[in-house]
């Protein structure tokens, strides 16, 4: 048995929910929100070398995963793996990215069902940004 964290009341360590209060997991000293995330203790350029991020806050804002490999729902890096991404070499579902493997993507370089890019693109509705702005 253990103290809530919130009231204080005594409760069994394995309790999901405080039947006194409500509070989600009181046994533990902290808890920020449910879902999985994880950082290496290895930087590089003030970025985590691998953020792994599936996790909400107790307000439902998502924790973006922001590091030089990044994989989450929301990511931001130079390798990303996420549903929603911004990196250099990306695969994602909506993606901007240098590189992209995706559902929807802006890029330089894309393989994508529909896109936009920059050099070179495929996919099944991928057009050049280049044909957006005919000069003539």
């Avoid at 253990?2 to 409760?11: A, D, G, M, S, T």
């Avoid at 953020?51 to 990511?75: D, L, W």
């Avoid at 240098?98 to 991928?126: C, D, K, R, T």
Wanted: hydrophobic share 45%.
């Amino acid at each position: 048995m253990k103290p809530c964290r919130e009231c204080k009341h005594e409760i069994s360590e394995q309790a999901f929910t405080c039947p006194h209060c409500g509070a989600p997991y009181p046994a533990k000293e902290k808890w920020d929100g449910p879902g999985f995330e994880w950082k290496s203790k290895t930087m590089m350029f003030g970025l985590p070398l691998i953020h792994v991020s599936f996790k909400f806050r107790t307000n439902r804002v998502p924790v973006p995963a922001k590091g030089i490999i990044a994989i989450g729902q929301f990511a931001f890096g130079f390798i990303v793996i996420s549903q929603f991404g911004i990196g250099v070499l990306s695969i994602s579902q909506f993606t901007v990215a240098g590189f992209a493997l995706a559902q929807f993507a802006f890029g330089y370089s894309i393989i994508a069902q529909f896109g936009l890019y920059l050099q070179e693109g495929h996919g099944q509705m991928v057009k050049s940004l280049g044909d957006f702005f005919v000069f003539r």
